[in-house]
């Protein structure tokens, strides 16, 4: 009961508080400017009277494009919104009144856990639901695998989630917060090493993507979802920006799916043993 | 020593260190069920620390502490206590209802009984006008009082209240007063701790002076109630004068023309006037006085407060 009693507050708190509508409303603008952008490239196809399969796959990486940027999003509004939750509410105290009522600590930790969930659910239903929306509604193109692929941006969400709801049991808000974000920006750079490695047949640059990723999964689950929602020419050929040379396999999924279940019973076993 | 069912509260060496600092050196600790029990102590001296080791926010490095009969920071007890934390607050964006509904929850409490009790606290604690205002928009003596009604929403056995009095006006603190009456008339347990030692000694049964993180003494304020010290300027004090004063009184203190004794009830001042005349003594003034709290306090606790 109390998971759930925290779960609801959690999730009315970013409705109150005006972050899942300013986030909507951010998303809202970003798709405006994205088709935008797909109508004058739509109408400078016609213009130039390309061919259907090149204007096809032109969309396809636009489409891939704008999920890019929505991954990007989704991944700052993870850390952004949660960061504070558990660290903040620690140093003020808030979290005593919650921690002295006939609730264990580790309900208090997932009700708050699954409240993001809930938001980031939303939010990124949303965004990718928009793009694809927007883009078949302009150009009929929609992503190929899109619920896998929307599955994977959401499971990159949670990896994040789980791992600075780990970091804000030990640190104050700001550094758990430039650790979540550093610790992807390393994933990030890894997943580019690993891909040049990839083009350049250099086996030991893929080798060091691999144990970023290793290090933190996030990044190679975008790589998968992008894999899974272009088309299969732009994949077989190589001729997106976002093509993947390298795609994270099926282990590298399950992997980080444990990696957020260690770091979502790490928050708790920390939370759980920790001074309020 | 009382029986372990008869406790509310039970400390055996409690213990904090919080990285090589000890907070709490050696806290052992009976109160009663039923007891206003005050918690006084210089800044420092572990009180807060106590209260969380009890509440089991703050884990003790070492000890044992327990309350209601469980270990401390037994979840299913905490159904039987409230809290008050010092300068209480919480998320801003509820209104009072709301605050007091989500606490409710927590505690358990159905949607039917907190249609009840909710207005009820409101208008205990003064706050009915703002039951939909949001905390965000309340002065700090609103939000202590809010505090003190989450504190109360549960009907506890046992109220830790940390500083209640911190932000209130005098009106304000009358109403702390009363409602620590209230819940003391009800059966329940009380432990406050509180700077403001002249609180503490209108509402409290009994205190604990704690420096260190130890208790030094502690002390009934029901009985000490009565106890009356007297201070006498007179001629012709004898030793002999001076101990036959230890009938009435067990610290009796002769300095010069100066005689001070403390006597357990202010009926026995006749009886020591009328000694001392029929002894020669030339009895010049004789003034009775209570000792205050604050007095006691640092006569035990020391005037460095431990700083």
């Known amino acids: 009961m109390g998971v759930w009693i925290m779960a609801a507050v959690t999730f009315r708190e970013a409705s109150r508080k005006k972050i899942l509508w300013m986030a909507l409303a951010a998303g809202a603008a970003f798709l405006v400017l994205f088709a935008t952008g797909l109508h004058f490239q739509g109408k400078d196809f016609a213009a130039h009277g390309m061919s259907p399969v090149l204007r096809r796959e032109i969309t396809f990486a636009m489409l891939t494009m704008g999920l890019y940027a929505v991954d990007l999003l989704a991944v700052l509004m993870t850390i952004l919104t949660s960061v504070d939750t558990l660290s903040g509410e620690i140093a003020s105290g808030t979290i005593q009144a919650v921690a002295t009522k006939p609730v264990a600590r580790w309900q208090v930790l997932i009700g708050k856990w699954l409240g993001f969930v809930a938001m980031l659910t939303a939010y990124i239903a949303f965004m990718v639901g928009g793009v694809n929306v927007v883009t078949y509604a302009i150009a009929g193109v929609i992503a190929r695998h899109l619920v896998r692929g929307c599955f994977l941006i959401w499971m990159e969400s949670l990896i994040l989630l789980s791992v600075t709801f780990a970091f804000a049991t030990y640190f104050s808000t700001l550094t758990s917060g430039v650790l979540a974000l550093g610790l992807h920006g390393l994933a990030f750079l890894g997943g580019w090493i690993e891909q040049f490695g990839a083009l350049t047949q250099t086996q030991r640059a893929v080798r060091v993507g691999v144990i970023a990723s290793v290090l933190m999964p996030s990044e190679s689950l975008w790589r998968r979802a992008a894999f899974e929602m272009q088309s299969p020419l732009a994949n077989a050929m190589r001729i997106s920006p976002f093509s993947t040379l390298s795609v994270p396999s099926t282990a590298m999924i399950v992997y980080a799916a444990i990696y957020m279940g260690v770091a979502l019973a790490l928050a708790i076993r920390r939370f759980s043993q920790r001074d309020l | ?307």
């Open chain 2, 1 to 307: 020593m009382s029986r372990a069912s008869d406790l509310a509260i039970r400390t055996r060496g409690l213990r904090k260190v919080f990285s090589g600092k000890v907070a709490v050196r050696n806290l052992t600790l009976e109160v009663s069920r039923g007891e206003v029990f005050g918690f006084l102590g210089p800044n420092g001296a572990g009180k807060s620390t106590s209260v969380k080791m009890l509440l089991g926010l703050v884990f003790p490095t070492g000890g044992e502490a327990e309350i209601l009969g469980c270990p401390a920071g037994h979840v299913g007890t905490r159904r039987r206590v409230g809290f008050l934390p010092e300068h209480f607050r919480f998320y801003d964006w509820l209104t009072s209802v709301e605050l007091l509904k989500l606490h409710g929850r927590l505690y358990g409490m159905s949607h039917a009984a907190l249609r009840e009790r909710i207005p009820a606290l409101l208008e205990l604690v003064g706050l009915a006008p703002h039951r939909d205002k949001r905390l965000r928009d309340f002065s700090k003596g609103m939000m202590q009082r809010i505090g003190l009604a989450q504190a109360l929403l549960n009907e506890p056995d046992l109220i830790f209240l940390n500083e209640p009095t911190s932000g209130l006006d005098p009106i304000g603190r009358r109403l702390v007063r009363d409602i620590i009456k209230a819940q003391r008339e009800r059966g329940a347990t009380v432990l406050l701790n509180s700077h403001l030692l002249g609180e503490v000694e209108v509402t409290c049964d009994r205190v604990a002076f704690i420096k260190d993180g130890e208790v030094l003494e502690t002390r009934q304020l029901t009985e000490d109630a009565e106890q009356t010290t007297v201070s006498l300027r007179a001629l012709r004090v004898t030793a002999e004068v001076v101990n036959g004063l230890s009938q009435w009184s067990r610290s009796v203190c002769s300095e010069g023309e100066r005689l001070r004794l403390t006597l357990s009830s202010p009926a026995q001042l006749p009886e020591v006037v009328r000694y001392l005349v029929a002894k020669g003594v030339d009895v010049y003034e004789v003034t009775p006085y209570r000792r205050s709290l604050e007095e006691c306090f640092l006569e035990i606790i020391g005037s460095d407060g431990g700083l």
